[in-house]
């Protein structure tokens, strides 16, 4: 049984098998039919992420924190990486910046960078799906892309674990994934419209040097592969080789000379995740999850080895392997590469088009089950973003932050005063000389947001100022409603470069010491480098239980008269 024709399986009274079959087998997609059929999904999840009233974080709220912090500091005039310092790009700061300016200083600003980026996210997917693939794998691609932008919690960790941390991370997967497809999978139309898959391809790569330098990277090294292997790219080369070109003469420009000094510094400050044991070991104990594709990869040898396609399959399915590898080496979490499930694509692409003279009882269960391993990972996005949704809802069993500009983000509650289960899954580089220590105790994120807020309040009736604070994130600023100090790093460990304690401190009215820190070791360093200078500048002015304040001896130096945005 050959393919059926778009006019003949779409058509009104054809029969469901033989609908099916097109779905599967005809490329490309009917527009309107693939819109809908992704779309409704797509407006389902980002109505579930986005509606409830409060923001649940169970797992890693600093990171949460750490975004909104480098936002308030974008929203009160300063510049990333010229008035704070971290190693990943503005985007996301930004947007959520935006969110402020549309929503007020809130953590509900932060949904306005998800729901910003799935949109883009979506339509990008849609564009490279639409010319590419069948319509039910078309279907499943950009659900997968888009869910994968909205989905609360983070990749390779449990679907249960409802976080915002690290979201430039599933930013950078979607769009890497998205770049795969259009860059190995050729287009299936008569009409020749490259300048879609340029346009996409170009914003997909911009958008990634502003999250984070590794996907622009990984984008440009797949860029220049495709070029030398794939027909459908090599033939406009120039086009290409101008995108890419232009692409590398921004990152290079002055406007973003502060951001690769920024890179740079994290880079040589030992940010960079070289240990090759302990790459190896992470791939070995999650050898199951690359199961598919590696098998993947066995298919493509042997449809090389029968004469059904070209060594560009093969070479191509181990290229995108181990680029996902890559990206993974440089990520906290230990498994999960999305980007990978663009290997069966495209085998399924090639499997399609090579066996395209059999019927479809031949081919079609071949088919359907490389779809179920995409199938699956919607299915966990999905049940993640349920999840949240009915958790957020319910109200049960939750913390709601009630004063302060933190006020609507909800954690865990628990305990008062345990101090018992901070995650062990936040995988920063420490000191690589540090032994193994016994922790002299663990903070929950309720018991975080409470020393927090008792931070906060213990600012809360003095003077405007500048907070600095000896910890990894300092979102008080945010909070209070005040313009933050400029010259820190918005994350601040052993992996960041050291800041001098002029910079670090020179506009800080306030030193918040906390007596329970994220990173005890860290804040007892951060004591050692700066003690000096506080005792020189700074007096006792407070102590609480969670914290010891230092207010500058001299109350006219610096006294900061901006608010910020309240």
């Given at each position: 049984?050959?393919?059926?024709?778009?006019?003949?399986?779409?058509?009104?009274?054809?029969?469901?098998?033989?609908?099916?079959a097109?779905?599967?087998?005809?490329?490309?997609?009917?527009?309107?039919?693939?819109?809908?059929?992704?779309?409704?999904?797509?407006?389902?999840?980002?109505?579930?992420?986005?509606?409830?009233?409060?923001?649940?974080?169970?797992a890693?709220?600093?990171?949460?924190?750490?975004?909104l912090?480098?936002?308030w500091?974008?929203?009160?005039?300063?510049?990333?990486?010229?008035?704070f310092?971290?190693?990943?790009?503005?985007?996301?700061?930004?947007?959520?910046?935006?969110?402020?300016?549309?929503?007020?200083?809130?953590?509900?600003?932060?949904?306005?960078?998800?729901?910003?980026?799935?949109?883009?996210?979506?339509?990008?997917?849609?564009?490279?799906?639409?010319?590419?693939?069948?319509?039910?794998?078309?279907?499943?691609?950009?659900?997968f892309?888009?869910?994968?932008a909205?989905?609360?919690?983070?990749?390779?960790?449990?679907?249960e674990?409802?976080?915002?941390?690290?979201?430039?991370?599933?930013?950078?997967?979607?769009?890497?994934?998205?770049?795969?497809?259009?860059?190995?999978v050729?287009?299936?139309?008569?009409?020749?419209?490259?300048?879609?898959?340029?346009?996409?391809a170009g914003?997909?790569?911009?958008?990634?040097?502003?999250?984070?330098?590794?996907?622009?990277?990984?984008?440009?090294?797949?860029?220049?592969f495709?070029?030398?292997f794939?027909?459908?790219?090599?033939?406009y080369?120039?086009?290409?080789?101008?995108v890419?070109?232009?692409?590398?003469?921004?990152?290079l420009?002055?406007?973003?000379?502060?951001?690769?000094?920024?890179?740079?510094s994290?880079?040589t400050?030992?940010?960079?995740r070289k240990?090759?044991?302990?790459?190896?070991?992470?791939?070995?104990?999650a050898?199951?999850?690359?199961?598919?594709?590696?098998?993947?990869?066995?298919?493509?040898?042997?449809?090389w080895?029968?004469?059904?396609?070209?060594?560009?399959?093969?070479?191509?399915?181990?290229?995108?392997?181990v680029?996902?590898?890559?990206?993974?080496?440089?990520?906290?979490q230990?498994?999960?590469?999305?980007?990978?499930?663009?290997?069966?694509?495209?085998?399924?692409?090639?499997?399609?088009?090579?066996?395209?003279?059999?019927?479809?009882?031949?081919?079609?269960?071949?088919?359907?089950?490389?779809l179920?391993?995409?199938?699956?990972?919607?299915?966990?996005?999905?049940?993640?973003i349920?999840?949240?949704?009915?958790?957020?809802?319910?109200?049960?069993?939750v913390?709601?932050v009630?004063?302060?500009?933190?006020?609507?983000?909800?954690?865990?509650?628990g305990?008062?005063?345990?101090?018992?289960?901070?995650?062990?899954?936040?995988?920063?580089?420490?000191?690589?000389k540090?032994?193994?220590a016994?922790p002299?105790?663990?903070?929950?994120?309720?018991?975080?947001?409470?020393?927090?807020?008792?931070?906060?309040?213990?600012?809360?009736?003095?003077?405007?100022?500048?907070?600095?604070l000896?910890d990894?994130?300092?979102?008080?600023?945010?909070m209070?409603?005040?313009?933050?100090?400029?010259?820190?790093?918005?994350?601040?460990?052993w992996?960041?470069?050291?800041r001098?304690?002029?910079?670090?401190?020179?506009g800080?009215?306030?030193?918040?010491?906390p007596?329970?820190?994220?990173?005890?070791?860290?804040?007892?360093?951060m004591m050692?480098?700066?003690?000096?200078?506080?005792?020189?500048?700074?007096?006792?002015?407070a102590?609480?239980?969670?914290?010891?304040?230092?207010?500058?001896?001299?109350?006219?130096?610096?006294t900061?008269?901006?608010?910020g945005?309240?």
């Amino acid at each position: 049984m050959a393919i059926p024709s778009a006019e003949s399986a779409f058509a009104p009274g054809a029969s469901a098998r033989r609908r099916l079959a097109a779905s599967l087998r005809q490329a490309p997609s009917p527009l309107l039919l693939l819109l809908v059929l992704s779309g409704l999904p797509v407006l389902a999840a980002a109505w579930a992420v986005l509606s409830p009233p409060v923001m649940l974080s169970k797992a890693m709220t600093q990171d949460l924190l750490f975004n909104l912090s480098g936002a308030w500091h974008v929203y009160s005039g300063h510049l990333a990486h010229v008035d704070f310092h971290d190693a990943s790009g503005r985007l996301s700061f930004l947007l959520t910046a935006l969110g402020f300016h549309l929503l007020g200083p809130t953590p509900f600003a932060f949904l306005v960078n998800v729901g910003i980026m799935g949109a883009v996210l979506f339509a990008a997917s849609f564009l490279a799906a639409m010319r590419r693939l069948p319509l039910l794998p078309a279907v499943l691609f950009v659900i997968f892309a888009s869910l994968l932008a909205l989905m609360p919690a983070n990749v390779g960790d449990r679907p249960e674990q409802y976080t915002f941390a690290m979201s430039y991370n599933r930013y950078g997967w979607s769009a890497y994934s998205i770049l795969a497809l259009i860059l190995f999978v050729p287009p299936r139309e008569e009409r020749d419209r490259t300048w879609i898959d340029i346009a996409v391809a170009g914003g997909l790569l911009a958008a990634m040097f502003y999250l984070k330098i590794t996907y622009f990277a990984a984008g440009l090294a797949t860029l220049g592969f495709a070029v030398l292997f794939h027909p459908h790219v090599g033939r406009y080369w120039r086009a290409w080789l101008v995108v890419g070109a232009l692409l590398v003469l921004n990152a290079l420009a002055p406007h973003n000379q502060a951001y690769l000094a920024d890179i740079l510094s994290w880079a040589t400050s030992g940010a960079v995740r070289k240990a090759a044991t302990l790459h190896f070991n992470n791939f070995v104990a999650a050898i199951d999850r690359y199961g598919p594709y590696l098998a993947a990869v066995a298919v493509g040898l042997w449809m090389w080895w029968s004469g059904r396609a070209t060594f560009r399959l093969p070479l191509t399915l181990v290229f995108l392997l181990v680029m996902s590898l890559l990206l993974l080496s440089q990520n906290s979490q230990a498994a999960g590469m999305p980007s990978a499930i663009v290997v069966l694509f495209a085998l399924y692409d090639r499997l399609r088009t090579a066996f395209a003279s059999l019927g479809n009882r031949d081919v079609a269960p071949w088919l359907l089950t490389l779809l179920l391993f995409p199938l699956f990972a919607v299915g966990g996005y999905a049940t993640s973003i349920a999840g949240y949704h009915a958790n957020a809802r319910d109200g049960r069993g939750v913390h709601v932050v009630e004063r302060t500009n933190l006020r609507g983000l909800a954690v865990p509650e628990g305990p008062r005063g345990t101090f018992l289960s901070f995650s062990h899954s936040f995988d920063y580089p420490s000191r690589p000389k540090d032994a193994p220590a016994q922790p002299l105790y663990q903070l929950s994120d309720y018991e975080y947001v409470l020393v927090l807020m008792e931070g906060a309040d213990l600012l809360m009736d003095r003077p405007i100022g500048g907070i600095a604070l000896l910890d990894s994130v300092n979102p008080l600023s945010f909070m209070l409603g005040v313009e933050p100090v400029r010259g820190a790093n918005l994350w601040s460990t052993w992996s960041a470069p050291k800041r001098s304690a002029g910079e670090f401190l020179g506009g800080a009215r306030y030193v918040l010491v906390p007596k329970f820190a994220t990173s005890p070791q860290w804040t007892d360093d951060m004591m050692r480098l700066y003690g000096g200078y506080l005792e020189q500048h700074f007096r006792w002015a407070a102590e609480t239980r969670c914290w010891t304040l230092f207010v500058r001896s001299d109350p006219e130096l610096p006294t900061s008269t901006s608010q910020g945005h309240i």
